[in-house]
C-alpha cells in the first residue's frame, strides 16, 4: 500500500511539475491528432527524422532543430542544411502519404498514426505503418489498399486538426520556389 501511495505521489508530482513549466515549453502542435503525425511531447513531424534522409540514405536520421522548417503546421527536422532546403523546394515529394498516418488502417477506414521506423518506399512515395503486420497485409495487397487509402483519406483528413503552411527558409524568410498555395517555415532556433 505505501509503494502504490509513493508512486502516486510521485505521478502526481511530475505533472504538477509539468503543468508549472509547461508554459515556458515551445509548443509547436495544436492538437495530439493532426494532419501530419508528430510527436505528442514535442510537436516535432514524424519524430524528429529528417524525411529526404528516407530516399538518400540506408536509414532514416533524425533531424536536428538547427534545420528546422515548419510545414503543415507543424515543424519538420533535418540532418543537414542540404536535405532542409531540398525539401523547401518540394515538401509534397519528401513527406509521407497521408500525413505520416498508417497507409494500412486508412486502407481501412480508420485512423492510426503510422510509425517513423515502419516504412516503405514504393513508386517514389513514402509510406508509414502502425505495426509490422500492417506493413505486411500492404506489401501483400499493395495495389488494393493504395487504392483504398487514397479513396478515404479525404474523408478521414476532414476529421482532424492542422493547417497547411509556408514554405520558409531558416532565416525566416519565404522560399519564391514555394507555391503559393502551401506554407512552410523554417526557423532559426539559435
Not at 20 to 34: E, R, S, Y
Not at 82 to 90: C, S
Not at 151 to 163: A, F, I, S
Request: glycine share 8%; net charge neutral; hydrophobic share 45%.
Amino acid at each position: 500500500m505505501r509503494q502504490k501511495r509513493k508512486k502516486n505521489l510521485t505521478i502526481t508530482g511530475l505533472l504538477l511539475l509539468a503543468l508549472t513549466f509547461a508554459p515556458m515549453q515551445p509548443v509547436f502542435a495544436a492538437a495530439l491528432v493532426g494532419r501530419i503525425v508528430s510527436d505528442p511531447l514535442t510537436g516535432v513531424a514524424i519524430e524528429g527524422f529528417d524525411p529526404v534522409s528516407y530516399f538518400t540514405d540506408a536509414e532514416p536520421k533524425l533531424g536536428v532543430p538547427d534545420y528546422m522548417v515548419t510545414w503543415g503546421g507543424v515543424p519538420w527536422y533535418f540532418a543537414s542544411a542540404a536535405n532542409r532546403d531540398v525539401f523547401i523546394r518540394n515538401p509534397e515529394i519528401y513527406a509521407p502519404q497521408f500525413g505520416g498516418h498508417c497507409a494500412t488502417s486508412l486502407a481501412r477506414g480508420y485512423l492510426s498514426d503510422g510509425k517513423p521506423r515502419l516504412f516503405l518506399i514504393r513508386k517514389l512515395k513514402l509510406y508509414f505503418f502502425y505495426s509490422v503486420a500492417n506493413r505486411e497485409a500492404f506489401l501483400a495487397s499493395e495495389r488494393v489498399l493504395t487504392s483504398s487509402a487514397v479513396k478515404n483519406w479525404p474523408g478521414l483528413e476532414r476529421t482532424l486538426v492542422g493547417e497547411e503552411g509556408l514554405v520558409v527558409d531558416a532565416l525566416g524568410e519565404r522560399d519564391s520556389a514555394a507555391p503559393e498555395a502551401e506554407h512552410v517555415t523554417a526557423d532559426a532556433t539559435h
